[in-house]
């Protein structure tokens, strides 16, 4: 048995090295991302393989980490400018100029923010977020970076819990250094 749970967001991002810097997606650019979730396993003594509000838990951690968010490689340069102390007056303008205007909200991740490391991230989030049992035999996740464009990971749970996923926790979510005037 299946259930599943569609999310949305909206969220920016730009590709870094190893991929081509002269490349499309090497530019900040912006997508409106579906996720479809789905769990599947054996009908528990409650009538339920798992239950869908618990789906909530991970809408919200979407809407935390992922939502109105620009998400960037740790390699990236603006990330790597925003991690330098020594920044020059005209650097740190521009960049304090766009952060702004993003209220912070850049996203740091060891991993470029591709549509198949997102749903190895969302399956990820799916069976540590809601804490799933043994009784869930697979993790599926579908994500949309265009409506023509999707990307699906599937994943089986085993006695030992997850051993296919990556760990790409903790998330760093960027905010102002202390004293910064942005």
Excluded at 59 to 76: E, T
Excluded at 148 to 175: H, R
């Amino acid at each position: 048995m299946k259930i599943s749970k569609t999310i949305s967001w909206v969220m920016g991002h730009a590709l870094s090295e190893p991929y081509p810097q002269d490349g499309p997606c090497a530019h900040l650019h912006g997508h409106n991302y579906k996720a479809e979730i789905r769990v599947a396993g054996a009908i528990g003594d409650d009538g339920m393989v798992f239950d869908a509000a618990d789906f909530n838990a991970l809408k919200d951690w979407v809407n935390v980490y992922l939502d109105h968010r620009m998400m960037l490689r740790d390699n990236h340069p603006l990330v790597q400018a925003l991690d330098r102390q020594e920044q020059s007056d005209q650097i740190k303008y521009v960049l304090n100029d766009i952060l702004k205007v993003m209220n912070w909200g850049i996203v740091s991740v060891p991993f470029n923010p591709t549509a198949e490391n997102l749903a190895i991230l969302l399956a990820t989030r799916t069976a540590t977020t809601m804490g799933l049992s043994g009784q869930i035999a697979h993790i599926g996740v579908t994500v949309w970076e265009t409506d023509t464009v999707s990307a699906i990971y599937e994943v089986a749970n085993s006695a030992m819990g997850y051993p296919a996923f990556k760990d790409y926790s903790p998330m760093t979510l960027w905010q102002p250094a202390k004293g910064s005037t942005a």
